[in-house]
């Protein structure tokens, strides 16, 4: 597994978006800067916030009239 670096992003911390970095290592959050680097500038980084929204699933669960793919 890589270790990562997600820089200039708006992190989601004790319920609150604050600008910085968020460093992982061996699949777990660390306090110190690791391996990659990856530039979040203009995204949110939300660790442990899974978002399975898609069309397709929302179709195939409960469809929509009107709504074309």
Known sequence: MKDWTIANGQVLRDGALTS??????DGRITDTAAGQRFDASGCWVL??????????????LQPRPGVDF
Do not use: S
């Open 20 to 25: 910085g970095a968020l460093h992982m290592a």
């Open 47 to 60: 660790p442990g916030i899974v978002d399975i929204h898609g069309d397709a699933h929302e179709r195939a």
